[in-house]
């Protein structure tokens, strides 16, 4: 999980998750490929991101603690990650509405297609299968 707070923290979450899936495609698959020619691995992940307040608590016993993080973002960005691998980037509407323009669109073309949660009352949310080169 990653937290991003200030200015611009949606655009740099979604361009985060545009780069982690650069990564897998032109990085770790092709590492993966070359060292196991014999198989047809394929390495596949999802990114889920919303926005919201949250609430952080260090829990646990003394020597054995954790942080556990409470608020709609990290239980619906949760959520996200278990949509279709096919288009590896998620995001809600309330991100999507808080997006720059140079992580919503290439060239004109929109990168984001929208879709209804219906497991979640229909809410409006966005996925995306383009990538972020990492410079």
């Known amino acids: 999980m990653a937290v991003y707070v200030g200015d611009y923290k949606n655009t740099k979450a ?5 780069m982690i899936n650069w990564a897998n495609k032109q990085v770790i698959q092709p590492a993966l490929d070359a ?3 014999g198989t047809q ?3 596949n992940h999802t990114v889920g991101i919303d926005t919201s307040k949250l609430l952080v608590a260090k829990t646990g016993v003394r020597g054995a603690n954790d942080l556990v ?3 709609r973002a990290a239980n619906w960005a949760a959520k996200l990650t ?3 691998h096919d288009t590896p980037t998620w995001i809600t509407k309330a991100v999507y509405d808080k997006l720059n323009d140079e992580a919503k669109f290439t060239n004109g073309n929109n ?6 949660w219906t497991s979640m009352k229909n809410s ?6 383009w990538w ?3 410079s």
């Open 14 to 18: 979604a361009k985060s998750a545009l």
């Open 69 to 71: 993080w409470v608020g």
């Open 41 to 43: 691995f394929q390495i």
């Open 35 to 37: 060292q196991y020619s």
């Open 132 to 134: 972020w080169s990492v």
């Open 82 to 84: 278990t949509l279709s």
């Open 111 to 116: 990168m984001w297609r929208h879709h209804l």
């Open 124 to 129: 409006d949310i966005y996925s995306s299968s």
